[in-house]
């Protein structure tokens, strides 16, 4: 029997698509899963693939199909389950076998996992929901270098590619791949309530059908704002549900699920002291829309929010430059984050690099991202929102975002995130600020002492006794 070149532990969705992938790129993989029936259903479903996928009954037949070194990829739910699974396989493996942790896992686990000492360990980020898994995913690979070029040339050949290089690139040791894939999943939350926030102008204000909208997003998608997550939601708009014949959209409950990485990556900007404002009111509005109950309460008590808009007061290309101001303001922030975490952490996370793994394959993937590896790439690059193209575009869209954050907000519908963004940006194009207040208040209460405009040597006020 041909030893499998790779294990697979997990074939629920992603696992099951990622060893497809897998398969499907010439490689043997031996898998198994902890219910038998799903490995039988999942070969029987393999087709002619099949014959490249080795079904195990028990852990330790997985591990003595492989060749060696051994690598086994897990695609467990994260948190305990991955310690569990670890500790059940790594007494059956050899000093050099490696295990690669494939799932959405919190990157302190990761770094803690890694620090064990128990055996090599990779923790990769992988994005593209179901279908990248399969043909082609994004991979953010975390952990010692040479365990990455191990199974770099499987890694490299499953994931998307862009422009012929592949979507699939070490960015550090321990945790670095997980933290980067979930400031992804920040970006993804921030992307994605914007989208839902110009939504809202168009339903709410503009009192336009699902359909109709499904058609600006679709001509979006074909201007800067070109991307996944746009292409998806004219897709999600322009849907009719079989059932009753309505809208998709329109039968869809409107409280958002969440699985934690959005709020993991808001925890960790507080920590970092990295401002990610659009982030963080993304995260909020998605346990804001869990709150049906009360929202209606409030729509009872208040009167409903959002009020009719004209289509004279916003038109539909402020709302495109809007969301291109806003789209650009939040990747800007994500990027800011991984900069704070390099010095934090130690890593030396290759921004333009991170920039061009996203590039294919991954959620937040969009046409402006080959742009933004070019600018991080400079050697003096800052803030994304500095680099001269995105400044350009910022300098052309603010007006816009401003103007539909301000009339939105007039006619009752509620921007967090875009407003987030726009704040953000104002705040970061004003030199003198209001934080001599703060600094005035604190030293008023608790003499907590401030510097001074002129460089002098008294830190109080007159307050002060
Ligand atoms: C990806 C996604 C994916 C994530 C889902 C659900 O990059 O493929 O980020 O990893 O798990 O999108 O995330 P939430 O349940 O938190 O929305």
């Known amino acids: 029997m041909t030893e499998a070149q790779i294990g697979l532990i997990g074939l629920g969705t992603m ?10 790129n010439g490689f ?3 898998v198994w899963n902890r219910t038998a029936a799903k490995t039988d259903d999942f070969v029987a479903d393999a087709g002619p693939l099949a014959t490249r996928i080795t079904a ?3 852990l330790e037949e997985l591990v003595s199909s492989l060749a060696q070194p051994r690598a086994i990829i897990l695609m467990v739910p994260a948190g305990d389950i991955v310690d569990k699974q670890i500790a059940a396989l790594r007494p059956l493996l050899a000093p050099d076998d ?9 990157f302190h686990d990761t770094n803690r996992r890694a620090a064990a000492g128990d055996g090599p360990f990779l923790g990769i980020g992988v994005s593209g929901g179901e279908e990248g898994a399969r043909f082609g995913p994004s991979i953010m690979g975390g952990g010692d270098r040479a365990h990455w070029d191990r199974v770099a040339p499987i890694l490299e050949a499953i994931a998307a590619s862009y422009g012929g290089q592949p979507c699939a690139t070490w960015l550090g040791d321990a945790g670095a791949g997980h933290f980067v894939k979930a400031v992804h999943n920040g970006i993804e ?7 839902a926030e110009v939504y809202g102008v168009m339903r709410d204000g503009f009192g336009m059908a ?16 070109e991307s996944y997550l ?13 059932a009753t014949g309505r809208p998709m959209l329109d039968m869809i409950v409107d409280a958002a699920g969440q699985k934690g990485t959005g709020r993991w990556t808001a925890i960790e900007a507080q920590h970092l002291a990295t401002p990610i404002p659009a982030i963080e009111a993304a995260v909020v509005a998605r346990n804001l829309s869990s709150r049906r109950d009360e929202r209606a309460l409030g729509e009872k008590l208040f009167g409903a929010a959002p009020q009719p808009i004209s289509r004279d007061e916003i038109t539909l290309d402020q709302l495109e430059q809007a969301l291109i101001a806003g789209k650009i303001l939040c990747y800007a922030q994500g990027f800011e984050m991984i900069r704070g975490a390099q010095e934090a952490f130690g890593w030396a996370l290759p921004l333009p690099e991170i920039a061009k793994v996203w590039r294919a394959g991954c959620i937040i993937r969009s046409a402006m991202l080959n742009d933004m590896a070019r600018a991080l790439a400079d050697p003096s690059a800052q803030n994304l929102m500095f680099a001269d193209g995105f400044a350009d575009q910022l300098r052309g869209t603010h007006a816009a975002l401003r103007h539909v954050v301000a009339v939105g907000s007039l006619h009752g519908i509620a921007m967090p995130a875009l407003s987030s963004g726009l704040a953000y940006f104002d705040a970061m194009r004003t030199a003198r600020g209001t934080a001599n207040m703060i600094q005035g208040q604190r030293d008023y209460f608790g003499r907590h002492g401030f510097e001074r405009m002129d460089g002098g040597s008294d830190k109080h006020g007159p307050w002060v006794g």
């Open 230 to 242: 746009i292409g998806i939601s004219g897709k999600v708009a322009a849907a009719t549900d079989t």
């Open 210 to 225: 699902a359909a109709e909208i499904g058609d600006v997003f679709e001509n979006w998608n074909q201007g800067p704002l």
């Open 15 to 24: 696992g099951a698509a990622l060893a497809l992938n897998i398969a499907d």
């Open 56 to 58: 195990t009954r028990t």
């Open 28 to 30: 043997d993989i031996a």
């Open 98 to 106: 490696l295990i690669i942790d494939a799932g959405n896992a919190l």
């Open 189 to 195: 939350y921030a992307d994605m309530q914007m989208i």
